[in-house]
């Protein structure tokens, strides 16, 4: 199929499809920052059964933008949108990876101080957050909420930076269980801040798709 029609109706399908994924990415979010709140199984359990439909879904969505690549010749500014939103759809697998390798560290996070467990909190419902910008972004083209994003990444970091300190000063101090628990948390809050590097790459993406350059 080469004409117009069929590609506008493929286009539009998968614009709608990689939405999806990012709203399932979205729940994902909101499902790990419940687990840093009170740890539940069976919330962990529903975090993997979702994970595992990402990473379904992304491979079915990869397929569906090379076909749409070798079968519909799209022009310039198609070519981009496809590019694009497979860029997309890889990052969005790769955020899920990132809140699925730490959930078994989250286990013992009800021990740890306000003073730690709070900005944790803070910093996952900022890179939640960001996540939903992006996706708004994406779905609409519109790039007027960049400042937005750029705050957020920004306290993102702030946060990131703020922790690591605590926690190295905690776990010298401390000992036991409480240590180990907040040694762990490094490689969350690790985590965290790569996730939203991921999101800042989907919006670095959306910025390709209408503008035709990176930011």
Known sequence: MTTRTPLRRDLTDLKQKV???GEKCIEISDLYNSLLETYSNKLEERLIDITNEVKKESKELNDQCFLVLTLQQ???KDLRFVIGSLQIVLSLEKTT???LSTISLLSGVHIIKAEIKDPLKKMANAVTELLKVSLTLYLSFNLDPVKETTKLFSEINYLHDLLYKQILKEVAQESGEK???EAQL????RSLEKTSDLITNIIEQVHYIIVGKGQ
Do not use: G, K, M, R
């Not at 490094?186 to 809050?189: N, V």
């Open 74 to 76: 799209p022009l310039i």
């Open 186 to 189: 490094l490689a969350t809050i």
């Open 97 to 99: 990876n990132y809140y």
């Open 179 to 181: 240590a180990q628990v």
């Open 19 to 21: 939405y999806i994924l």
